[in-house]
């Protein structure tokens, strides 16, 4: 079965370090990964996909992702943290193999950037 | 260009009453799906509609339902509420991508905050 892992609740960074938000995979096949962000009482917003190709990928607001194959993980991160990151993380993996648009959840990171 | 919509925002219902959420997605896109999101974990796969047929359930009661209309739309219904159905429930769109053979990643809803008394 498809799964994700993210093993920290909560991350802290000062503004202007890098921060790193971690996530392993689990799946059958070619994994289909994505990170969103949570702000408090809103939806999910889109950052970046890994579906095949470069091991770096490069997303919204300036985060990028570093997939790894060897070690099933998929670490979100940002050269330089700013207060306005400060939110609630996912990672996930597109079930199913693809055939649906469902989409497996880690249990989410609390990013909080102090000034 | 709208994002997706959900409607209502926020909802209060008792035990054993039924609800009704609502969900425009993005225009152009013709995947909806239905997520729930409890208190401190991460979303749960619901539902997914393409072109008005069911394509994916997650593991959920025969209590929660769903269809799409013509225009895309969405609605999603639960049956004989319990208290353990109180959650944030978020409603994604997407669309196929025929060059990919691959659905496009999930634009999300705001969510309605059902609270359960």
């Known amino acids: 079965a498809q799964s994700v892992a993210q093993p920290e609740d909560q991350v802290n960074v000062a503004e202007g370090n890098p921060l790193t938000v971690k996530c392993t995979y689990s799946?059958?096949?070619?994994?289909?990964l994505f990170w969103y962000v949570q702000y408090p009482n809103r939806g999910l917003q889109f950052l970046l996909k890994?579906?095949?190709?470069?091991?770096l990928v490069k997303g919204s607001y300036g985060f990028e992702a570093e997939f790894n194959k060897s070690q099933t993980s998929f670490h979100l991160k940002k050269p330089s943290a700013l207060v306005s990151d400060s939110a609630l993380y996912f990672c996930a993996v597109r079930g199913d193999g693809g055939a649906t648009n469902k989409l497996i959840f880690g249990t989410g990171t609390l990013l909080a950037v102090q000034p | 260009d709208a994002g997706v919509t959900q409607s209502p925002t926020h909802l209060i219902k008792t035990r054993g009453q039924h609800v009704t959420l609502r969900c425009s997605p993005i225009?152009?896109?013709?995947?909806v799906s239905w997520y729930q999101q409890v208190l401190g974990q991460g979303p749960q796969f619901i539902f997914q509609?393409?072109?008005?047929?069911?394509?994916g359930r997650g593991n959920f009661p025969d209590r929660f339902s769903a269809r799409q209309f013509p225009n895309y739309s969405s609605e999603l219904n639960v049956n004989a509420l319990l208290l353990g159905d109180s959650a944030l429930y978020l409603c994604?769109?997407?669309?196929?991508?025929?060059?990919?053979?691959?659905?496009?990643?999930?634009?999300f809803g705001d969510g309605t905050r059902l609270s359960i008394l």
């Open positions: 994604a769109s997407s669309w196929f991508s025929l060059r990919d053979r691959a659905y496009q990643p999930q634009h």
């Open positions: 509609y393409y072109e008005k047929e069911e394509r």
């Open positions: 799946v059958s096949g070619n994994p289909y």
């Open positions: 890994y579906i095949t190709g470069d091991n």
């Open positions: 225009s152009g896109h013709k995947s």
